[in-house]
């Protein structure tokens, strides 16, 4: 039972992401690994989430201030925060803090860096992880770029499954 549901959710989020893909007609931009000891210079901060204790959709985004007028984000204005000019200690430090928002457990927090397309860096983004036994799992947000017309789409969605599961839909529930 286990390894269906693995094997569905794997097959959903395959779906997610190539229909974004395709529905955008742009270039999906990948994220890797960064250590946030490695990052220097001056950084927007875009917070998103933390609306409420139970929360558990918590972005950060580092974005170089040159960069960020070409981000477009796929959510109301009004559930992100921007604070311009921070040093990179500075905003790395908020972004931790903002991930740890609400009364879940944050087991780590992940840090990414947004891969540009060209071999350049248009920031970062920040992300909890949660314990392995929390109803939305380890990783249950999913954050995609899309680059097109010299814009970056920015999409946040709950990975596939996680929704029902916190809010009481067919197959979860607390």
Known sequence: MTVTRRILGVAAALTILFTIQGCSHG????TRAADPKGIEG???LFTYGCRHP???????????????????????????????GLSANKALAEADAHARCGVRTVTAVRVNRILDGSGGTLG????PRYSITDVGGIDPVNVSY?????????????????????????????
């Open 124 to 127: 970062f983004e920040v992300l």
């Open 54 to 84: 139970e929360d558990i959709e918590h972005v950060a985004f580092l974005i170089e201030p040159d960069k960020a007028g070409m981000m477009q984000f796929y959510f109301p204005d009004k559930s992100y925060k921007v604070t311009s």
């Open 42 to 44: 001056t950084y927007d």
């Open 27 to 30: 270039t999906l931009l990948r």
């Open 146 to 174: 899309v680059l097109k017309d010299g814009k970056i789409g920015v999409y946040i969605q709950l990975q596939p499954g996680v929704e029902s599961k916190l809010h009481g839909g067919p197959g979860g529930g607390l």
